[in-house]
């Protein structure tokens, strides 16, 4: 900081260059390299001057150089004290020079699960390509790092656990549903012990199918316990094996297989969840024993397809939408009084009017079948979180608060209801109750992008330019992991392009358009999200005709959104974009 004041610019920070003396100050050697603002640059015929790997992208393209070119070489020198290597890969110097412009570094949580999520996002801001957005001074940098030591590590509560999606050891790769059924269904029940904290399913989400070291996982998600294990299932047969691990010790606390028939595959998951409520020592209330022996159906079959229905909804996108939909009446046809269904088809029809076709008949229908759950289960805080979105959707806000707190006062935990709150803050202008509810849905779900889309959103239409870019750092980290598990999720794609936009990376955005609209260029929410990111890149054409689609296509919330969307603003003034959002 006192060479910048005094403008001495480094350009040549490398790890190198870096030494620790005896009294445990930190020095910055060799300013060979080194030149004063306002001096002569130094420049050689064909070349650029320092150490590539470490070089700012203002230095590779030969532009005149500030103290922020020094800022980006200590980012890339902390990426390395980090994971151990430098954020570029390139074998040769045209390879380095090529990443350094054009690519993003590999995520640092991809070499490690412990780094601190500010420190993460500090880090972020050290190596924007663009100076203009990057940390403007060292005194940022110290500060920065001082309110990372101040801040006191976030431990993991005595009794915390994640379930792993469980591997599917049958022969048909279609049972993967059935697997991702099962895990989600342990979830839930495991959540009804109101003295365990269970990491939800999007959090777990990311680490599907994949080879994971428990402990890195469990710090990840800050958990004391992981469960994991496999599925086999051959005709009316099914096997179960089990784990669970104590993140700490890395030790078995308990493990077991269970051969089973199909039909006993719910009392399979009741006996799952007791064994680990035992094991951890957790005295289950009789409500709480009455709640997991509960069975949601007598019928397999209707089970299979709501399973099926579960999967599909989860994914999103109008396709899967459509399928949901068939799963869960082909459920109802085989059980008539299956009030999970039920729950699920409403859910559906509401989603078919808020992103797709915007028909109230979607609301009678989804009001329909809410009730009919409630009637077969008053208990059922699916159905009473559907009968509140009707609310929302007809705008009876008042209605849909009420309902909502009433839901939180039976579950304090129930993420989508502090979502949707927050939703009904910020429509009715109150940006501060907005913020608090979105704070607390990031709380429940780090790991979804959700919550950090709207805190980004917020912060922006308060000015809070900094807040907003952090929720957004996260955004992209979310997305990015989430993406890793589904490929093809295209509304997950979509708000990643609207976030790299907003850092004013085109490529990055340009590209996951293109994808997205490959994949279907007709759903709704996707639309709206593509229109967002052509407007940051100041296509205005383009955003115009998403917006125009996206409106089409049925996606009523369009025009409520649009209204006081940050990424819109360029439009303003366009008599197409008054029309579509009147």
């Known amino acids: ?62 532009e005149e150089v500030d103290h922020r070119t020094d800022i980006w070489s200590f980012g890339v020198v902390l990426y390395e004290m980090l994971t151990g290597q430098v ?100 979830i839930t029940d495991l959540s009804k012990i109101k003295g365990l904290r269970v990491v939800s399913r999007t959090d777990v989400l990311p680490f599907r199918n994949k080879e994971v070291n428990t402990s890195q996982v469990g710090k990840a998600l800050r958990v004391n316990y992981i469960l994991e294990g ?15 691990i104590d993140v700490r010790s890395g030790f078995h606390l308990w493990a077991e297989r269970f051969d089973r028939l199909m039909e006993d595959i719910f009392d399979l998951q009741n006996e799952v969840s007791q064994k680990i409520a035992e094991a951890l020592k957790i005295s289950l209330t009789e409500p709480e024993k009455r709640s997991l022996e509960k069975k949601p159906t007598d019928d397999l079959r209707a089970y299979d397809f709501y399973m099926r229905g579960r999967e599909l909804l989860s994914r999103r996108g109008k396709k899967n939408n459509d399928l ?82 009433g839901i939180l006062q039976e579950n304090s935990q129930f993420y989508p209801a502090y979502l949707r709150l927050g939703l009904i803050s910020e429509t009715s202008g109150d940006l501060d109750s907005a913020l608090k509810y979105y704070r607390r849905a990031s709380e429940l779900k780090p790991y979804d ?73 007709t759903d709704g929410l996707a639309l709206y999200y593509c229109a967002c990111t052509s407007a940051l890149l100041g296509e205005r054409k383009k955003a115009l005709i998403s917006l125009r689609r996206a409106f089409e296509s049925g996606f009523r919330g369009l025009a409520n959104w649009a209204k006081t969307e940050p990424s819109l603003d360029s439009l303003r003034e366009d008599l197409e974009f008054k029309q579509l959002i009147a």
Request: proline share 3%; net charge negative; glycine share 6%.
């Open 449 to 521: 992008e959700d919550p950090w889309m709207h805190l980004d959103g917020i912060y922006r239409k308060m000015g809070n330019v900094q807040s907003a870019e952090e929720a957004a750092t996260n955004v992209i980290e979310v997305t990015s992991r989430r993406l890793e598990a589904s490929q093809d999720d295209i509304i997950v794609m979509s708000r990643l392009a609207e976030v790299y936009a907003w850092f004013g990376a085109k490529e990055e955005a340009s590209a996951i358009l293109r994808r997205v609209l490959e994949i279907d260029p």
């Open 324 to 405: 949901a939909i068939q799963m869960f009446e082909n459920a109802l046809s085989f059980d008539p009084s299956f009030a999970s269904a039920y729950a699920g088809l409403g859910e559906a029809y509401s989603y078919m009017y808020e992103w797709y076709y915007g028909d109230p008949h979607w609301l009678e229908k989804a009001i329909a079948m809410n009730e009919k759950a409630l009637i077969l289960d008053p208990d059922s805080i699916e159905a009473q979180f559907g009968i509140a979105m009707v609310y929302l959707h007809q705008r009876r806000f008042a209605e849909a608060k009420r309902a909502l707190d």
């Open 1 to 62: 900081g006192v060479a910048h004041d005094r403008g001495i610019i480094h350009r040549d920070i490398k790890s190198e260059n870096v030494m620790v003396a005896k009294d445990g100050r930190v020095k910055i050697m060799d300013f060979g390299l080194a030149k004063l603002k306002g001096g002569i640059a130094l420049t050689k015929m064909g070349s650029t001057v320092g150490t590539l790997a470490y070089m700012s992208p203002e230095q590779i393209l030969g």
């Open 230 to 244: 496999s599925i086999r299932k051959a005709g009316n047969k099914i096997r179960i094996t089990a784990q669970l």
């Open 87 to 186: 954020p570029v890969r390139g074998e040769h110097e045209a390879a380095i020079m090529y990443e350094v412009l054009n690519v993003e570094p590999k995520a640092v949580e991809t070499y490690r699960a412990d780094v601190p999520e500010n420190l993460l996002i500090l880090l972020s801001k050290l190596l924007q390509k663009d100076r203009s957005r990057r940390i403007a001074s060292a005194k940022e940098i110290i500060d920065g790092l001082k309110n990372l030591a101040k801040s006191p590590a976030q431990s993991a509560p005595e009794k915390s656990i994640a379930v792993l999606y469980f591997e599917n050891m049958s022969s048909e790769k279609e049972s993967d549903y059935f697997c991702a059924g099962i895990t989600e269904d342990i």
